[in-house]
């Protein structure tokens, strides 16, 4: 009995879980531009980065990094976190 009530309940979540929202789905314009919008904002902090990396300013560019990033150059060993020993050193 207890395993009838348990797979019941699982195809009752089931099926909540695949009736989605019940909102309507954006229209084809609404997700093209917010496609375009999110290219837009992708161009626009590579080229920040690209400016940031030009000036020389490594706390600038570092910036864009996780404090647990790890950044990897040819012939250098990893370098891993925002420390002086981690992605600032570049390579050795």
Known sequence: MRSIL????????????????????PSAGETAKAHD???Q?????E????NDIRSKDVEKWVS???DDASLLMVNAP?????????IC???S
């Open 6 to 25: 348990v797979l019941a309940l699982a195809a009752a979540l089931l099926l909540a879980g695949c009736a989605g929202s019940g909102g309507s789905a």
């Open 37 to 39: 919008d999110a290219v």
């Open 41 to 45: 904002a992708l161009k626009d902090t």
């Open 47 to 50: 080229a920040a980065w690209v």
């Open 64 to 66: 864009y990094y996780t």
């Open 78 to 86: 990893v370098a891993t976190g925002k420390t002086p020993s981690g």
């Open 89 to 91: 050193s570049g390579p």
